[in-house]
């Protein structure tokens, strides 16, 4: 079975930038303590336009990215991320191939 796999682009505001990367750390620490079926969450910040960033995630199939959307600290963490963000978040899906 194909993994599934997200990439997301989200431009912050500069001033809640730090606020941004602390809420994202606390969901990357949730995510490998609690999700042992995410193979891969990472947030990545831009070299040259630092409020920009990807986040890069990696589920074994399905049912465990299913799993992480709906999981409690999830509900809990999104939307202040969405908060930080200038403008709307990209979101494109990928499946992960052999």
């Known amino acids: ?7 997301a682009q989200l431009r ?6 730090e606020e941004l990367i602390a809420l994202q750390a606390e969901l990357k620490h949730l995510v490998f303590e609690h999700e042992p079926d995410a193979l891969v969450y990472e947030l990545f910040q831009s070299e040259t336009d630092p409020d920009l960033f990807q986040i890069v995630a990696t589920f ?4 465990a990215f299913e799993k992480h959307m709906h999981i409690d600290f999830h509900d809990r963490l999104v939307p202040p991320i969405l908060e930080c963000a200038a403008e709307d ?4 899906f ?3 191939l052999p």
């Open 1 to 7: 079975m194909a993994g599934k796999s997200f990439i």
């Open 60 to 63: 074994r199939d399905e049912a």
């Open 94 to 96: 990928y499946r992960s």
């Open 12 to 17: 912050t505001r500069p001033e809640k930038r």
């Open 89 to 92: 978040m990209t979101l494109d």
